[in-house]
């Protein structure tokens, strides 16, 4: 049977990617992400930047893998969720191409293409997914015929909460890098452990580490104590999802698996329970189209009574525990 080739269209936030995929073979992935000097994300300019790259992000994309838009068998999309003018502008742009090349057009959860692409890649067959970028943190793994979260952060995402504090301590963003850095020559001092059933909260954990490096505690050990709390929260959670839904692989994913000590705690906890532990290599772990393309093929090759173009619209607060997932046997 030929294999189907699709491609996706990523931009629910500061990312427009074109990926390109041929069943598991990843065939191009291209991006161009919006940066600012200074200062956060002002989501019409995000947009802005979307639609004024995107023509060349799909060139790009088109070249790199030797293809016209002839080619393309399918075109997938992220539904959400994310921010609604980014998701928008990708959107009008998938719309525009699967009218004008008359091809089928699918619109992917965004949060379940991580988890597909990351399972892809490793080849794990049911694992628990440990999901730590900058805005998420949660724990999931796929139960009674859907994406359960297990847990999750009760308020900001590990990456974002690093970055806070690496602000207050001026390391410069993002700052889980030089934190994981500056680890390697500090200490133990106590934070809260921020545990509350099955999920976590990081806030507090920020607040009292900015206390301490107020009252002169070595920015040295807080990346230390940040690392080492943080992580173990998070490790236990995980390893407590594993035993609950019996399963035997967990993956990382997320521009948090980055760092070593992080993946070091998964690793020990898995092989403490013959359990198999794997990083998603990162150039997978962040927001790229590649994982909206594999995504979209699951999708339209699984999903019966697909919507028309005229009835597919993005949805900003799609959660993963919404989405069926007929392609999951
Ligand atoms: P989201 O997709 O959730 O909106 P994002 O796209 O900004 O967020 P990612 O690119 O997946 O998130 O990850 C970025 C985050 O990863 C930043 O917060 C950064 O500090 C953190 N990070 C990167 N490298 C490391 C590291 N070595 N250790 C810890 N954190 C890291």
Same mark, same amino acid.
């Given at each position: ?7 996706? %269209? ?10 390109? +995929?041929? *069943? ?6 291209? $991006? ?15 947009? @802005? ?69 990351? $399972?892809? %890649? ?5 694992? +628990? ?7 998420? =943190?949660? %724990? ?18 590990? *990456? ?6 690496? $602000? ?9 890098? /030089?934190?994981? @850095?500056?680890?390697?020559?500090? /200490? &133990? ?5 921020? +545990? ?18 107020? /009252?002169?505690?070595? +920015? ?8 080492? =709390? #943080?992580?173990?929260?998070? =490790? ?12 035997? @692989?967990?993956?990382?994913?997320? *521009?948090?698996?980055?760092?070593? $000590? ?7 906890? #898995?092989?403490?329970?013959?359990? /198999? ?19 979209? &093929?699951?999708?339209? =090759? ?28």
């Amino acid at each position: 049977m030929k294999e189907l080739i699709c491609l996706g %269209i990523e931009s629910t936030a500061h990312t427009l990617g074109v990926g390109i +995929v041929k *069943g598991k073979k990843i065939l191009a992935n291209e $991006r161009s992400m919006y940066q600012t000097e200074e200062g956060g994300m002002i989501p019409s300019e995000v947009a @802005e930047h979307h639609r004024k790259v995107k023509y060349d992000v799909l060139d790009k994309a088109l070249a790199t893998a030797k293809l016209s838009i002839e080619d393309i068998d399918v075109i997938s999309f992220s539904q959400g969720p994310g921010l609604a003018p980014s998701l928008a502008a990708g959107m009008e742009f998938a719309k525009e191409l699967a009218i004008k090349h008359k091809k089928p057009l699918v619109g992917v959860n965004h949060i379940c293409a991580h988890l597909e692409i990351g $399972r892809m %890649i490793t080849k794990a067959k049911d694992p +628990v997914f440990v999901f730590v970028s900058g805005a998420n =943190t949660q %724990i999931i793994a796929h139960e009674g015929g859907k994406y359960r979260i297990f847990g999750e952060t009760l308020d900001i995402g590990l *990456g974002n909460a690093l970055d806070k504090f690496g $602000r207050i301590v001026g390391l410069g963003f993002p700052a889980g890098p /030089k934190i994981e @850095e500056l680890a390697k020559h500090g /200490k &133990l001092v106590e934070l809260p452990y921020a +545990v509350k059933g099955m999920d976590v909260a990081f806030s507090g954990i920020i607040t009292k580490a900015e206390s301490l490096y107020k /009252k002169g505690t070595k +920015v040295e050990d807080l990346c230390f104590s940040l690392q080492e =709390t #943080c992580f173990a929260m998070l =490790t236990e959670v995980t390893e407590r999802a594993m035993a609950h839904c019996q399963k035997h @692989e967990a993956i990382l994913i997320g *521009g948090v698996a980055a760092n070593k $000590r992080f993946c070091q705690m998964l690793d020990d906890m #898995c092989k403490s329970r013959d359990s /198999k532990f794997s990083p998603v290599p990162l150039q997978y772990c962040g927001d790229q189209g590649a994982m909206i393309a594999w995504q979209g &093929l699951l999708v339209y =090759t699984s999903c019966k009574n697909l919507p028309s173009i005229e009835d597919i619209d993005f949805n900003p607060k799609w959660r993963v525990d919404e989405v069926d997932t007929p392609w999951i046997k």
